[in-house]
């Protein structure tokens, strides 16, 4: 069954330091997306992209996120300067259409 | 808040027995999906309904949406130990099929064997 890959499984950093974060959609799908979940909380919304651009971000993604499909089949979030209160499960999301979208396994970042 | 909100927070059954977790709204919604979560782990979609329907079946699972009053229930029959998790609801708004996700607070689901 196709899956949503996401690498690494967890990510330990230093504060101020930058992280990229990877993921491997599912190779048909068009819509991607980033979400997060800190400990014990709800699963947040950060980012929507589609056809090679964003097409919704919360107010959490500020400027110190980006996304990139930099080959046509990988898809990033890179933190340019983590803040502790950046420690979350981190998932990547892709859907084909209107079904249900398909999670990755998440990254755990760790800002210490 | 426009989210989906679950309740119970927490829900702790026998195996065998069936598990009822609700899920409710304040704004029109295009779509409406249930995800379970196993601790720690990545997040499985388990079935979407749609705003135009009442009703889907998934094997054990059977859930319902009545827009009136802004709620869905996702009933899992039979439970077993194995269906120990967390369960969310989550919404898409407005007229998009392709919008974000929305997720609630998650119920916790405990099946003890």
């Known amino acids: 069954e196709p899956e949503v890959t996401q690498t690494p499984s967890h990510q330990v950093t230093q504060m101020g330091q930058e992280v990229i974060l990877r993921c491997v959609p599912i190779?048909?799908?068009?819509?991607f997306y980033w979400y997060r979940q800190i400990l014990g909380q709800k699963v947040e919304f950060l980012v929507s992209?589609?056809?090679?651009?964003?097409?919704?971000k919360s107010e959490i993604f500020d400027d110190q996120f980006s996304v990139e499909r930099p080959d046509g089949s990988n898809f990033t979030l890179k933190i340019r300067s983590t803040k502790l209160e950046d420690s979350a499960m981190y998932f990547c999301?892709?859907?084909?259409?209107?079904?249900?979208?398909?999670f990755g396994q998440g990254t755990r970042l760790t800002v210490v | 808040s426009q989210q989906g909100e679950e309740d119970p927070q927490a829900l702790s059954i026998q195996e065998g027995e069936n598990a009822t977790m609700n899920c409710s709204y304040k704004?029109?919604?295009?779509?409406l999906q249930w995800y379970r979560q196993n601790s720690g782990r990545g997040l499985v979609h388990l079935i979407l309904?749609?705003?135009?329907?009442r009703e889907k079946h998934s094997g054990r699972l059977r859930v319902t949406l009545d827009t009136s009053k802004k709620s869905s229930s996702l009933l899992i029959t039979a439970s077993r130990a194995a269906d120990t998790a967390s369960y969310f609801c989550?919404?898409?708004?407005?007229?998009?099929?392709?919008?974000?996700?929305?997720f609630g607070q998650g119920t916790i689901l405990t099946v003890h064997p």
């Open positions: 989550a919404v898409i708004f407005g007229g998009t099929s392709y919008g974000k996700l929305t």
């Open positions: 999301a892709s859907r084909v259409g209107v079904e249900g979208a398909f």
């Open positions: 704004t029109s919604i295009n779509n």
């Open positions: 190779s048909n799908h068009l819509y």
């Open positions: 992209f589609y056809n090679n651009e964003i097409s919704e």
């Open positions: 309904i749609r705003s135009n329907e």
